[in-house]
Each structure stands twice: as C-alpha cells, then as structure tokens.
C-alpha cells in the first residue's frame, strides 16, 4: 500500500481524539463519505455511562491491517467515549502484543496459543470488557470521521438497539483504497445464507436517516453490555466461523429488540471473497453450524433450511439439548416471539420466498426445488423472476409498521417506510 506521513496534529481537528503513539500514521485518509443530510441531525448527547469496549478478534490477518485499522481509531475515535481496546490473537504465532500496546495505553491483548474460532474469542473478551456499550470491529477496517457518535445516540434512544454502521468498501486487493459504500439491509436466505437487499431501491443514494434491517453481519455493530447479556450471547457450541450474526439477527429482533443502520456512521471494510481470506474456512462446519441453529431458530420451518441445505441431515450436535432449554427460559421471561412472527413482521421477503425455494444443484425437472432458470442475481435459493414484487413488499412493511410490528407500546425510532 502507497503509504504517507502525516503529522500528529493531524489529529487534533477530530474533537477529543486520541493521541497517536507514533509520530507517523500510515492509513490512508479516507473520503468523507456522508450523506449530506447528517449534517442535520443532531449526535450530541450525555454518553458518560455509555462508554466502549471495542473488541478486535483477528487470525492471521497482516500487519498493516491491525495498525492501519488501530491508528484510524485513534485517529477519529473521542478518547473519553473509549473504556478500552481489546484485541484477541486467536491462534496467532505472533500476537503482536507489543506493537499493539504501543499504541496506546488502553489496549488490552490476549493471545490464544490454540485458535478458539471467532465465537468463542469473542464470548472470552465480552467477559473481560468493562465498559457498559460493546464494539465488536474487525481487524481489517477504516473507521470514518465521526462514526462513534451517531451509533451511541441510537443506544440512548433505544437501549435494545444493536446498531450497525453503513459500510464503506475497501478493494480486496486494494488496501488504502476507500470507496462509498451503498446503505442496504442484511437478511438471510432459507439456507441461511447472509445477503444484502434493498427491495425496490427503496433505500435511495444519500439517504440519511437510521432503517431498520432484519439481520445483522455480525462483525461491526454496536450494543448495550447489560442487553447482550440479558440475551445470553453466544451459542460456544458454534465453533470455528460463522452462526454468530444469524444469532445476533434473530434472537435480537425476536426477544425485544431491534436491528438499525445508521448511514451517518461510515466505517470502511475489507471485503474479501474465500481466495482472499488469509485462513481457510471449513464448509462443513458452517454448514454445523448453520444446522445447530435452524434447530433452534427456525424449528417450526426446519424442513426449509434441510431442503435448502441437505448436507446438513444427520448431522450431531453436542449440547443442543442444554441450549434449547436455555432458550427455553429465556424465551418465557423476555416472551420471545416465534419466527412466523419473525417474517410476517421483520423480513417480508423471507416469507414470500418459503413457497418458491429452488436448490441450483438440483437437475431433475420434477423435483420440487428444480430452479428452471438461472437465479436471482445476489441470490442462492430463489430463481430470477421469483423475487417478492417491491409493491407486495412495501404493503407487508407499511401494514407492520401500522401495527408497530406486533411489539405493544414498543417505540419506534427508526425510519420505517423511506
């Protein structure tokens, strides 16, 4: 990455930013990326009793990747609103304990001499955190002018809010590139494979105002510490990678709360497709994983997601007895919603899809999941043509949000129709 100086100074035109260890910084300045509109809302607020803990899990990511993203925290992140840095080396040689601390006298490291996988590393620092708001980042991101500010002042609004920032896009071959990313919703297929969707483009360019989101891509979001623990976060019987942002989706929307993105909060991300990824990710176990908790989650629809995934049958899953008993509890002192609930008043497009699912794998013409054509761009389990019409769609969203999404005197602060 073409790298350049920049004076420490640099840093006082963010208000109460933190001081940078080092007398060079080697990210690259990010464009502005904004909508106009922010300038309009008012971020101001008292977050002394929300104050963050940002956790950072990382396995063999580079180096340049865990400075860059660290010294653009420091570098637009007021230090008053920072209880600590926490990053956890999963598996790591080098931890990079040292170098880290360096940086600053709130970073925190622990290293794993054996890989943990994402879940349980993160489950281990959350029980470590102090702080009263949890920021949950990955190792490979530019955080933008000004992104804490707009996502604390969700939390103070909603206290059972999880709150993500819209995700600007750095090139997976790129690094210290930066481009606008576009604000969508996350939501998942009957494979429960994550995507994104803006039914209709509903969500225009320059919009804004904070919208719901049905899902969760569970690497950078923030929440309430005392809210993630009411909710019982993680399943530890998910191992390795992936599952965590299905069950930060679900058992948020489902149990009391409620998913947003804010457009006023940018944050770059590095995305990387699986020949990119510095690990190997084993399909097997995502697909465990997935099983473990179409169990759980989607039990009155689990006939769905084996349809979808038929890899997954006979499958075993150590420990799930104790975890549907768990949310079993739960569920009867939060009064924790079913997932009929779920699509007929969170994810519209879910429940249009359960009646025209299609497997590309499958050729035979007879086959009740033969797809007959080529799929739905962006989409796995649905052919082209099958997509839920944007006017059904916006009918299904304006008569939940009528209903205040069958929540009793839930307040809604979100933007509902746009």
Not at 184 to 213: A, C, D, Q, V
Not at 223 to 229: N, V
Not at 260 to 275: A, K, Q, T, W
Not at 289 to 303: F, G, I, S, T, V
């Amino acid at each position: 990455m073409p790298q350049f100086a920049m004076p420490v100074f640099g840093c006082l035109l963010v208000a109460g930013c933190a001081m940078l260890a080092a007398a060079e910084q080697h990210f690259r300045m990010p464009p502005d990326t904004r909508p106009s509109g922010c300038s309009t809302r008012n971020f101001t607020g008292d977050f002394s009793n929300l104050k963050v803990s940002i956790i950072i899990p990382w396995h063999k990511e580079k180096w340049e990747h865990l400075r860059d993203t660290m010294e653009a925290l420091l570098h637009f992140t007021p230090d008053e609103l920072v209880e600590e840095y926490i990053f956890i080396s999963d598996g790591n040689v080098n931890h990079r304990s040292k170098e880290l601390k360096e940086m600053s006298p709130k970073v925190k490291v622990k290293g794993f001499k054996e890989r943990q996988g994402l879940i349980r590393a993160k489950t281990w620092a959350v029980r470590k955190s102090k702080a009263p708001v949890l920021m949950f980042m990955e190792a490979h991101c530019i955080v933008n002018r000004d992104w804490l500010p707009p996502l604390l002042k969700r939390l103070e609004l909603d206290p059972k809010a999880l709150v993500m920032p819209t995700l600007d896009i750095i090139p997976q071959t790129g690094w210290g590139q930066y481009h606008p990313g576009m604000a969508t919703m996350w939501r998942y297929e009957w494979n429960m494979n994550l995507i994104s969707t803006n039914p209709g483009g509903f969500i225009k360019f320059g919009h804004s105002e904070p919208f719901e989101s049905p899902g969760t891509s569970g690497g950078i979001f923030v929440m309430r510490r005392d809210w993630f623990d009411e909710l019982e976060f993680f399943d530890t019987g998910m191992l390795e990678w992936g599952g965590d942002h299905a069950e930060l989706s679900f058992k948020t929307w489902r149990c009391g709360g409620r998913i947003e993105v804010d457009p006023c909060s940018r944050i770059g991300h590095l995305f990387r497709d699986p020949e990119h990824r510095p690990y190997p990710v084993e399909v097997n176990q995502v697909v465990k994983n997935y099983d473990r908790l179409a169990q759980l989650w989607w039990k009155d629809h689990y006939e769905l997601f084996r349809r979808m995934k038929p890899e997954s049958r006979g499958m075993q899953h150590k420990g799930l007895d104790k975890v549907r008993e768990s949310y079993a509890r739960l569920s009867e002192k939060l009064k924790c919603k079913d997932h009929q609930w779920y699509m007929e008043n969170v994810d519209h497009e879910m429940f249009w899809e359960k009646d025209y699912l299609c497997h590309p794998h499958i050729q035979n013409p007879k086959h009740q999941d033969f797809c007959g054509g080529p799929l739905s761009p962006g989409k796995f389990t649905i052919a082209k043509g099958k997509d839920m019409p944007f006017k059904q769609w916006k009918k299904a969203n304006k008569e939940a949000i009528a209903r205040n999404r069958d929540r009793g005197n839930f307040v809604q602060h979100a933007s509902g129709e746009l």
